[in-house]
């Protein structure tokens, strides 16, 4: 595997084209640039051939600067002397060295390089620039990260091991700080993607650390640190930091349901994050069946797999139509014919104020959200079952009880008796493309 991604062939192209142009422009020649530099002070072979980085050929930095060297009749200097890295690139393989001690307890598929330079460096770096134009130059702070990936993958060979650079979502990276000699480790997350299904009343999604205490544990949460009970998050996260021998993790579902309703149906979307996970590739059958063992059935896990980029955008976005089942209690008996035609009038747009319970948080607002379908029975006179299929944000509590007007229509108001939503459950989330369109059309 080559360290650094190579350019593709029509850039290359390009980019040597209008460099070629760019040299125009300095009237500079290869041959007489590497003269004035040699000729300047020390200069090591790598500091000398980054200036011609970009001319064709296969050549790393150094073998430039060696073969220009050597073919203008100058002799190599000690790289500690040269003027503009003053020798930096014999710490390569230290750092590379430091690196692999710092990682290698973690499993890696994906690694990255970055280093902060010194003020010297910069300042040799810019003077170079000002004093020796090449339109072939490369950059100190590239060449640099390319040594170092270089070097500390010949750590991984050493030790059998092998990984890729990763610009984009590497799983560790490397910062090394030259002027204080130092390498640091970052190991970033490692991210799952799942489904949960909550099969028991009274578990919220995650817990809220209580405000008074700030989770120290206090009278106000009777010592726990929280608010809530119980949460998939905490029932889910342990079994997840077991796998990986992670330092703490959170979950963060596509939307979340109330604590007294039951998820349902393929289960919610979620992402579950791990920090500083020392393994990766997990077994992720043992963690849902562990899940499972240890809630005593209350939760499971589908699904479950690295998140990629698709689906963590997908579970972030988290606003998808939903469909529920809700028991439903009425103050008063209701007639079959009257029943039937609230349902009817259920469906299409209504109007919705942020419910009263949650106007602590969220911005009052008159909502337009649609009921896609809505179909039920009477259980008796004064109980009924109804499944809706409803747009995301859409309150349904709200929905049956009319939150004084605040929901219009609503069930009550359609009915002209107060109903109450007894049991909730979420029996799906429509999170694939298209699932409401059909159902609109149909
Ligand atoms: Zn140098
Ligand atoms: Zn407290």
Redesign the pocket.
């Known amino acids: 595997m080559r360290f650094q991604a190579a350019p593709r062939p029509g850039l290359l192209e390009y980019s040597f084209a209008k460099n070629a142009r760019k040299a125009e422009n300095f009237r500079v020649d290869p041959i007489s640039l590497a003269q004035k530099l040699l000729s300047a002070g020390p ?2 072979d ?2 000398l051939g980054r200036r011609f980085a970009l001319l064709p050929g296969k050549l790393e930095n150094f073998e430039r600067g060696n073969l220009l060297r050597t073919a203008l009749g100058f002799s190599a200097v000690p ?1 500690e002397s ?1 003027w ?6 014999l710490r390569v393989p230290f750092w590379a060295e430091k690196a692999w001690e710092l990682a290698r307890d973690y499993e890696f598929k994906t690694f990255l390089f970055g280093v902060h330079l010194s003020p010297r460096l910069e300042a040799a770096e810019e003077f170079l620039g000002e004093e020796f134009p090449s339109p072939w130059a490369e950059p100190i702070r590239r060449h640099l990260n390319r040594s170092l990936g270089q070097a500390f993958e010949r750590c991984l060979q050493r030790e059998g091991r092998a990984a890729s650079v990763d610009y984009a979502r590497p799983d560790i990276q490397f910062l090394v700080d030259i002027e204080k000699d130092a390498v640091l480790l970052q190991v970033n997350p490692a991210i799952f993607y799942g489904r949960y299904r909550k099969l028991v009343r009274g578990i919220a999604q995650t817990s809220w650390t209580c405000p008074h205490c700030r989770g120290k544990g206090c009278e106000v949460c009777g010592g726990t640190g929280k608010l809530s009970t119980t949460s998939v998050e905490e029932l889910v996260v342990p079994v997840f930091l077991e796998a990986t021998g992670g330092t703490g993790g959170s979950l963060h579902g596509a939307g979340r349901e109330d604590a007294d309703a039951r998820m349902l149906g393929r289960g919610r979307p979620f992402l579950l994050t791990v920090e500083n996970p020392r393994r990766r590739r997990i077994d992720l059958a043992w963690v849902a069946a562990e899940v499972q063992r240890r809630s005593e059935g209350a939760v499971e896990l589908l699904d479950l797999q690295p998140a990629t980029p698709e689906l963590e955008e997908k579970v972030k976005r988290g606003k998808f139509a939903k469909r529920y089942r809700a028991r439903v209690i009425l103050a008063a008996p209701v007639s079959q014919e009257t029943w039937e035609r609230a349902l009817l009038g259920l469906v299409g747009e209504i109007a919705q104020r942020t419910p009263a319970r949650v106007r602590h948080r969220r911005a009052d607002l008159v909502r337009k959200k649609r009921v896609f379908s809505a179909q039920g029975r009477l259980l008796s006179q004064t109980e009924a079952e109804l499944e809706l299929t409803c747009e995301a944000g859409l309150y349904v509590k709200e929905l049956i009880s009319g939150d004084q007007d605040g929901t219009k229509p609503s069930l009550t108001e359609l009915l002209g008796v107060e109903a109450k939503v007894a049991e909730l459950d979420v029996l799906d989330i429509l999170d694939e493309p298209g699932v409401v369109d059909q159902k609109e059309g149909g």
């Open positions: 200069i090591c790598h500091c790289a040269c503009v890295c003053g020798g930096v690139f």
